[in-house]
């Protein structure tokens, strides 16, 4: 064994340039140290192999990191580490060497001059850094004080470490390794110490490490002194307690858990619970006894014997009697309207009533707006057949929890709503009003409260219903369920089908007036400490208000509003205000300010492009404005205004029947390719999806491409298939009430949504007319409107899309000659053309021919040519198409009429010839302004053009008066179709067409927006229509107002 060396021997000791490098991850040796370690690293194993002499030099430095780790050695370039001798060798199993190092001194890598098979280094020796004498003197006697500190607060310190560090306060270098070393530092704590050269920094660096053990060792020592405490009090506690209960054994006394629990056997018996739930309580209470009043399950069980106690297992409301007619008193004393509901409410109760009870019955479920009244309607149900009512709202539940309850292993447990709600009314048979169930979330990571209401809403299983919390089978059916929600689609369609939908629709505005006269006023009286002394109201104000102030379909926003102004009122007479309020328009505008919303009316206006739809929401109906605008492009269809999956579908749908219908319409093939269409649904902000909008984004896209423009005064709604079949919607009355709303009075809707108009208040149906349709096809009939005039279309494909020629061009045509025949041509082929039998293929020259029992007229027409009815025999006035006043009915006159062509110069020419030629020429249903006496007669039956039938001409209907009869005479006019015998008939048409023109002659109508007539054209043609009416010429008066009329028709369609 070789002499061991003294310190200054080693300190001096000379070192190679070079030394192997020897990498360490878990522990380290400072200079005069020593230490055993175990090398299984592949590069030190190579070393070690490849010198086997003793007295091994090697360059240790600390590597870190995990075992598995690859070992750069260039990173530990210029990095200070230990020269250190190799003493002892010890092969190990598994390919292990132990060895012990010693240190020799501090030494910094320059380089690695080879890496393989193990690395070398170019080192040199480190010159440490000298210090303040006084201040090393001062850092070691800390670093001492904190070294015995800690080894007096933590075990692993052995208690000769301090002694040591004493024995080496001389030289401060080695003072500081030796603390580094007995410390039980962290390897990078003792890394760093290794690479301080400066002596008093190595020295605070150390120290700052000993203060921060010894503050943790104290809170660790205060830690385990407190729960030493709390142990012996326990201890102490249960001593002390079992020394009484031996004293008290001894005296006779009751021990007091058993005094509880032996009461607490009394409850239950006085209960009479059903005989699984009193086992399960009465084995729960012997536990009980088992146990200390202090420890945490005895008040666990505790609270759950409280809770089977308190439930009504067998308490019931008491009879079950239900009078139905006191039933329907009190729905109608406490709710306006809503008779469908009451109605089914009182069937619902008169089956549970002959049944005796029996819960196996439909789930109520009240489905509509928000404030319409869905909760006070349960309510009234349970007041009148004597129950109590406990509404339970899970809007927004998301934890299965919290509908079944909590297992009792949790601390905190309780039982789910439904339980809680029984406990609260003391009863096994209320009304629970199960409110917003639309709104449960479901799917969630803590289970689906929906799944959980399906067994609570299934009378089939409700009556073994079993609360996790309890674990027990409670009865439900005994309860009445209502539900309530906003959105039917928003209830998964397994617990929908559970129950039973009673739709509330939203109120009108007149049903609101009527509602605040009979309930709000009254109440809002009452609670403001005013009297109808104070304040009066008009119908007019309580409609402004609606209107103007609360658009809504319930009566919240409403109520508010009424209330703030009688707030108003009740402060002036608080501050001494005398006399009464009279609410007019005026006043409520100077209490609640500014109103909200403007006057909601449709534009009436025709646009290309424009539609006007409806739309359902869970506030009620709304108007939905739907715009298609066509740019040169490729073909390109874009859509915005935040649209769901569904109405997107639906755009797709629409351009697609577009296209399949192009020539039909009027669109030449090469638009799809040449234009891009953009659809665009206005307030982009609120989302917008549903499937009842197809007819509506058809029509936009077909007048965008067509350009021609669409009626305004018209709403509609329905979606629609690529066959061109208007399907059902939902949401009628909404919709309805929504365009009543609006001003518009005209509605157009799917064929099988015509039984839906029973829940359409009567005095809405009066005022509005309603077309029901089968086919797309005809929605473009009645809503599309000729191509737009030359000074709004685009004059490029004007020709293209069917439009006039511009003013000023003359026809460069021939006039063909004018002839009758009496032949029949109804065994003739249609030509080819859209489902409705209108041929919109363009025809240069016509020679027309009508054929029925009476012959109207024959002529030649010629693009842009103006025409006027004249009389053949005599009787043709020229500045009027009809034949003279006093006339014979019957004979020439009355069976053949000529269609003339006038000459635009002619001064005298009427505004209805330039409507009849221009109509005629756009192949649509056209209003001629003809002698009303004459209609009754009327037969059409076929029309030839070019010796072909041409059925867009018997659309030529000699309709008068269009728009008013529509409103007043809608059933005298019908279109009887017969494609067997391809053929039309106009039947029954307008009679009493005479009273209509005199009631329509006022010029309070004239001015009715849907007749688009300037203030110029009416100024200038009443003197004309007061001149005949003060006379009583009945029939001049009719003859001028169809005149005027027919100048207006092209504009209003």
Same mark, same amino acid.
């Given at each position: 064994?070789?002499?061991?060396?003294?310190?200054?021997?080693?300190?001096?000791?000379?070192?190679?340039?070079?030394?192997?490098?020897?990498?360490?991850?878990?522990?380290?040796?400072?200079?005069?140290?020593?230490?055993?370690?175990?090398?299984?690293?592949?590069? *030190?194993?190579?070393?070690?192999?490849?010198?086997?002499?003793?007295?091994?030099?090697?360059?240790?430095?600390?590597?870190?990191?995990?075992?598995?780790?690859?070992?750069?050695?260039?990173?530990?370039?210029?990095?200070?580490?230990?020269?250190?001798?190799?003493?002892?060798?010890?092969?190990?199993?598994?390919?292990?060497?132990?060895?012990?190092?010693?240190?020799?001194?501090?030494?910094?890598?320059?380089?690695?001059?080879?890496?393989?098979?193990?690395?070398?280094?170019?080192?040199?020796?480190?010159?440490?850094?000298?210090?303040?004498?006084?201040?090393?003197?001062?850092?070691?006697?800390?670093?001492?004080?904190?070294?015995?500190?800690?080894?007096?607060?933590? +075990?692993?310190?052995?208690?000769?470490?301090?002694?040591?560090?004493?024995?080496?306060?001389?030289?401060?270098?080695?003072?500081?390794?030796?603390?580094?070393? *007995?410390?039980?530092?962290?390897?990078?704590?003792?890394?760093?110490?290794?690479?301080?050269?400066?002596?008093?920094?190595?020295?605070?660096?150390?120290?700052?490490?000993?203060?921060?053990?010894?503050?943790?060792?104290?809170?660790?020592?205060?830690?385990?002194?407190?729960?030493?405490?709390?142990?012996?009090?326990?201890?102490?506690?249960?001593?002390?307690?079992?020394?009484?209960?031996?004293?008290?054994?001894?005296?006779?006394?009751?021990?007091?858990?058993?005094?509880?629990?032996?009461?607490?056997?009394?409850?239950?018996?006085?209960?009479?619970?059903?005989?699984?739930?009193?086992?399960?309580?009465?084995?729960?209470?012997?536990?009980?006894?088992?146990?200390?009043?202090?420890?945490?399950?005895?008040?666990?069980?505790?609270?759950?014997?409280?809770?089977?106690?308190?439930?009504?297992?067998?308490?019931?409301?008491?009879?079950?009697?239900?009078?139905?007619?006191?039933?329907?008193?009190?729905?109608?004393?406490?709710?306006?309207?809503?008779?469908?509901?009451?109605?089914?409410?009182?069937?619902?109760?008169?089956?549970?009533?002959?049944?005796?009870?029996?819960?196996?019955?439909?789930?109520?479920?009240?489905?509509?707006?928000?404030?319409?009244?869905?909760?006070?309607?349960?309510?009234?149900?349970?007041?009148?057949?004597?129950?109590?009512?406990?509404?339970?709202?899970?809007?927004?539940?998301?934890?299965?929890?919290?509908?079944?309850?909590?297992?009792?292993?949790?601390?905190?447990?309780?039982?789910?709503?439904?339980?809680?709600?029984?406990?609260?009314?003391?009863?096994?048979?209320?009304?629970?009003?199960?409110?917003?169930?639309?709104?449960?979330?479901?799917?969630?990571?803590?289970? +689906?409260?929906?799944?959980?209401?399906?067994?609570?809403?299934?009378?089939?299983?409700?009556?073994?219903?079993?609360?996790?919390?309890?674990?027990?089978?409670?009865?439900?059916?005994?309860?009445?369920?209502?539900?309530?929600?906003?959105?039917?689609?928003?209830?998964?369609?397994?617990?929908?089908?559970?129950?039973?939908?009673?739709?509330?629709?939203?109120?009108?505005?007149?049903?609101?007036?009527?509602?605040?006269?009979?309930?709000?006023?009254?109440?809002?009286?009452?609670?403001?400490?005013?009297?109808?002394?104070?304040?009066?109201?008009?119908? =007019?104000?309580?409609?402004?208000?609606?209107?103007?102030?609360?658009?809504?379909?319930?009566?919240? *926003?409403?109520?508010? *509003?009424?209330?703030?102004?009688?707030?108003?009122?009740?402060?002036?007479?608080?501050?001494?205000?005398?006399?009464?309020?009279?609410?007019?328009?005026?006043?409520?505008?100077?209490?609640?300010?500014?109103?909200?919303?403007?006057?909601?009316?449709?534009?009436?206006?025709?646009?290309?492009?424009?539609?006007?739809?409806?739309?359902?929401?869970?506030?009620?109906?709304?108007?939905?404005?739907?715009?298609?605008?066509?740019?040169?492009?490729?073909?390109?269809?874009?859509?915005?205004?935040?649209?769901?999956?569904?109405?997107?579908?639906?755009?797709?749908?629409?351009?697609?029947?577009?296209?399949?219908?192009?020539?039909?319409?009027?669109?030449?093939?090469?638009? @799809?390719?040449?234009?891009?269409?953009?659809?665009?649904?206005?307030?982009?902000?609120?989302?917008?999806?549903?499937?009842?909008?197809?007819?509506?984004?058809?029509?936009?896209?077909?007048?965008?491409?067509?350009?021609?423009?669409?009626?305004?005064?018209?709403?509609?709604?329905?979606?629609?298939?690529?066959?061109?079949?208007?399907?059902?919607?939902?949401?009628?009355?909404?919709?309805?009430?929504?365009?009543?709303?609006?001003?518009?009075?005209?509605?157009?809707?799917?064929?099988?949504?015509?039984?839906?108009?029973?829940?359409?208040?009567?005095?809405?149906?009066?005022?509005?007319?309603?077309? @029901?349709?089968?086919?797309?096809?005809?929605?473009?009939?009645?809503?599309?409107?000729?191509?737009?005039?030359?000074?709004?279309?685009?004059?490029?494909?004007?020709?293209?899309?069917?439009?006039?020629?511009?003013?000023?061009?003359?026809?460069?045509?021939?006039?063909?000659?004018?002839?009758?025949?009496?032949?029949?041509?109804?065994?003739?082929?249609?030509?080819?053309?859209?489902?409705?039998?209108?041929?919109?293929?363009?025809?240069?020259?016509?020679?027309?021919?009508?054929?029925?029992?009476?012959?109207?007229?024959?002529?030649?027409?010629?693009?842009?040519?103006?025409?006027?009815?004249?009389?053949?025999?005599?009787?043709?006035?020229?500045?009027?198409?009809?034949?003279?006043?006093?006339?014979?009915?019957?004979?020439?006159?009355?069976?053949?009429?000529?269609?003339?062509?006038?000459?635009?110069?002619?001064?005298?020419?009427?505004?209805?010839?330039?409507?009849?030629?221009?109509?005629?020429?756009?192949? =649509?249903?056209?209003?001629?302004?003809?002698?009303?006496?004459?209609?009754?007669?009327?037969?059409?039956?076929?029309?030839?053009?070019?010796?072909?039938?041409?059925?867009?001409?018997?659309?030529?209907?000699?309709?008068?008066?269009?728009?008013?009869?529509?409103?007043?005479?809608?059933?005298?006019?019908?279109?009887?179709?017969?494609?067997?015998?391809?053929?039309?008939?106009?039947?029954?048409?307008?009679?009493?067409?005479?009273?209509?023109?005199?009631?329509?002659?006022?010029?309070?109508?004239?001015?009715?927006?849907?007749?688009?007539?300037?203030?110029?054209?009416?100024?200038?043609?009443?003197?004309?229509?007061?001149?005949?009416?003060?006379?009583?010429?009945?029939?001049?008066?009719?003859?001028?107002?169809?005149?005027?009329?027919?100048?207006?028709?092209?504009?209003?369609?």
């Amino acid at each position: 064994m070789p002499k061991p060396q003294r310190k200054e021997e080693i300190l001096k000791s000379e070192l190679p340039p070079t030394l192997p490098l020897m990498a360490l991850r878990s522990t380290i040796v400072y200079p005069l140290g020593t230490i055993a370690v175990q090398m299984g690293a592949p590069e *030190n194993l190579a070393l070690l192999r490849g010198h086997e002499e003793a007295g091994l030099v090697v360059a240790l430095v600390v590597a870190g990191g995990d075992h598995d780790d690859p070992i750069d050695s260039q990173r530990f370039i210029g990095r200070v580490g230990v020269a250190a001798r190799v003493h002892e060798r010890i092969n190990l199993p598994g390919d292990t060497v132990q060895i012990t190092l010693q240190g020799l001194r501090r030494i910094v890598v320059e380089g690695i001059d080879r890496n393989e098979p193990y690395p070398i280094a170019s080192i040199r020796a480190a010159k440490e850094t000298p210090a303040d004498p006084a201040e090393l003197d001062d850092l070691v006697t800390r670093v001492v004080s904190a070294a015995e500190t800690l080894a007096e607060l933590v +075990d692993r310190i052995p208690d000769e470490v301090p002694a040591i560090l004493k024995m080496n306060v001389s030289d401060p270098g080695r003072f500081a390794d030796l603390a580094a070393t *007995n410390m039980n530092f962290r390897i990078s704590d003792k890394d760093e110490v290794l690479q301080r050269l400066d002596v008093g920094q190595r020295l605070r660096f150390i120290l700052n490490r000993l203060e921060r053990e010894v503050a943790r060792a104290r809170v660790m020592e205060d830690v385990k002194r407190q729960t030493e405490i709390k142990i012996e009090q326990h201890q102490r506690e249960f001593y002390l307690r079992q020394q009484l209960r031996a004293i008290q054994s001894e005296l006779g006394e009751a021990d007091p858990g058993e005094k509880e629990a032996v009461e607490l056997l009394k409850k239950i018996d006085e209960a009479k619970l059903p005989e699984r739930v009193g086992q399960e309580a009465r084995r729960e209470t012997e536990r009980l006894r088992q146990l200390s009043p202090a420890s945490s399950e005895y008040q666990v069980i505790r609270t759950y014997l409280d809770w089977i106690l308190a439930l009504p297992w067998n308490k019931r409301s008491g009879d079950d009697e239900i009078e139905l007619k006191k039933v329907e008193e009190t729905l109608d004393a406490r709710h306006y309207g809503l008779s469908e509901a009451k109605e089914r409410i009182i069937e619902f109760l008169a089956v549970r009533k002959l049944r005796g009870g029996d819960p196996h019955g439909p789930i109520l479920c009240f489905v509509g707006p928000p404030g319409t009244g869905k909760t006070s309607l349960g309510e009234a149900i349970a007041g009148a057949i004597g129950r109590e009512f406990y509404r339970i709202s899970v809007g927004g539940v998301r934890d299965e929890a919290e509908v079944r309850g909590h297992r009792r292993t949790y601390v905190g447990a309780m039982p789910g709503l439904l339980l809680q709600a029984l406990r609260r009314v003391q009863v096994k048979d209320p009304v629970l009003m199960i409110d917003e169930i639309d709104k449960m979330s479901g799917g969630g990571p803590s289970g +689906d409260p929906t799944a959980a209401m399906l067994e609570v809403l299934d009378p089939s299983q409700n009556n073994a219903f079993v609360d996790h919390y309890l674990n027990l089978p409670f009865d439900l059916s005994s309860a009445l369920f209502i539900c309530t929600a906003n959105n039917l689609y928003d209830i998964p369609a397994p617990l929908r089908d559970r129950m039973e939908v009673i739709r509330i629709a939203g109120y009108t505005v007149e049903e609101k007036v009527e509602i605040a006269w009979r309930y709000l006023l009254p109440r809002l009286l009452e609670e403001h400490g005013i009297s109808d002394k104070d304040i009066q109201f008009t119908d =007019e104000s309580l409609s402004f208000i609606s209107n103007r102030y609360s658009r809504e379909a319930g009566l919240r *926003n409403f109520e508010r *509003n009424v209330a703030a102004i009688m707030r108003k009122r009740a402060r002036r007479k608080a501050e001494g205000e005398e006399g009464a309020w009279v609410i007019d328009n005026e006043k409520v505008e100077e209490v609640l300010g500014i109103p909200r919303y403007a006057v909601e009316e449709a534009e009436l206006i025709p646009e290309v492009g424009v539609v006007t739809g409806l739309a359902w929401t869970a506030t009620g109906g709304d108007l939905m404005v739907i715009e298609a605008l066509r740019m040169n492009g490729s073909g390109r269809l874009t859509v915005t205004g935040q649209l769901g999956d569904v109405m997107r579908e639906s755009v797709d749908a629409a351009y697609s029947y577009v296209r399949s219908r192009a020539s039909q319409i009027g669109i030449p093939d090469s638009a @799809f390719k040449d234009f891009d269409i953009h659809v665009h649904l206005p307030a982009g902000a609120i989302p917008k999806d549903g499937p009842s909008a197809g007819i509506t984004l058809t029509l936009a896209i077909a007048s965008a491409l067509s350009y021609r423009p669409v009626r305004r005064d018209v709403a509609m709604t329905g979606e629609v298939t690529l066959r061109g079949k208007v399907l059902e919607i939902g949401g009628v009355k909404e919709k309805v009430l929504a365009a009543y709303r609006a001003g518009l009075r005209q509605l157009i809707m799917p064929k099988v949504n015509e039984k839906d108009l029973r829940d359409v208040p009567d005095e809405v149906k009066k005022q509005v007319t309603f077309t @029901f349709v089968d086919r797309m096809d005809e929605v473009l009939r009645l809503a599309l409107l000729p191509p737009a005039q030359s000074d709004t279309a685009p004059p490029d494909d004007a020709r293209a899309l069917g439009g006039c020629r511009p003013t000023g061009q003359r026809s460069t045509t021939r006039r063909s000659t004018i002839r009758r025949s009496a032949k029949s041509t109804t065994n003739r082929s249609l030509p080819e053309g859209d489902p409705c039998g209108i041929d919109h293929r363009p025809h240069r020259v016509r020679k027309v021919r009508v054929q029925d029992e009476r012959t109207i007229a024959d002529a030649d027409w010629q693009h842009g040519d103006r025409a006027s009815l004249v009389g053949e025999r005599g009787a043709a006035r020229r500045d009027s198409p009809f034949p003279r006043a006093g006339a014979p009915r019957g004979g020439a006159n009355h069976r053949v009429g000529e269609l003339r062509r006038f000459d635009r110069r002619v001064p005298h020419e009427r505004p209805h010839e330039a409507a009849v030629a221009s109509l005629l020429h756009h192949h =649509e249903p056209i209003a001629i302004p003809a002698r009303c006496g004459a209609l009754r007669s009327l037969r059409v039956a076929q029309v030839v053009v070019d010796d072909q039938p041409c059925p867009e001409l018997a659309h030529v209907v000699l309709v008068d008066l269009r728009h008013a009869a529509r409103r007043r005479q809608d059933d005298r006019c019908r279109l009887i179709r017969r494609r067997g015998e391809k053929e039309r008939r106009m039947q029954d048409l307008f009679g009493g067409a005479w009273n209509v023109a005199e009631q329509i002659a006022a010029p309070a109508l004239l001015l009715d927006p849907a007749h688009k007539l300037g203030a110029a054209q009416i100024r200038k043609e009443q003197p004309f229509l007061d001149h005949h009416r003060s006379r009583g010429e009945h029939r001049h008066l009719a003859l001028a107002v169809a005149d005027l009329l027919a100048h207006a028709i092209p504009c209003a369609r």
